[in-house]
């Protein structure tokens, strides 16, 4: 996770793993919505942006699970 905070403004770019099966897509935007919605109301300030980057798919079984 990295954060940038431009005076009032704050960016942040993320890297996450989905679960095999999953539409891809709508778990990226529900954790844009999610990470957008937390910092503002928390913080009060203005999310500009929320990158997700999916790094991988996650097999059930693998990583230990």
Same mark, same amino acid.
């Given at each position: %996770?990295? %954060? +940038? /905070? #431009? !005076? *009032? *403004? @704050?960016?942040? *770019?993320? +890297?996450?793993?989905? !679960?095999? !099966?999953?539409? /891809?897509? #709508?778990? $990226?935007?529900?954790?844009? *919505?999610?990470?957008?919605? +937390?910092? #503002? &109301? $928390?913080? !009060?300030? =203005?999310?500009?942006? %929320? +990158? @997700? &980057?999916?790094?991988?798919?996650?097999?059930?079984? =693998?990583?230990? =699970?």
């Amino acid at each position: %996770v990295s %954060v +940038t /905070i #431009e !005076g *009032d *403004d @704050v960016y942040v *770019d993320l +890297t996450i793993v989905v !679960g095999y !099966g999953v539409r /891809i897509s #709508e778990v $990226a935007r529900m954790v844009v *919505d999610k990470v957008r919605y +937390t910092l #503002e &109301n $928390a913080t !009060g300030l =203005s999310v500009k942006k %929320v +990158t @997700v &980057n999916v790094q991988g798919v996650r097999v059930q079984g =693998s990583f230990g =699970s």
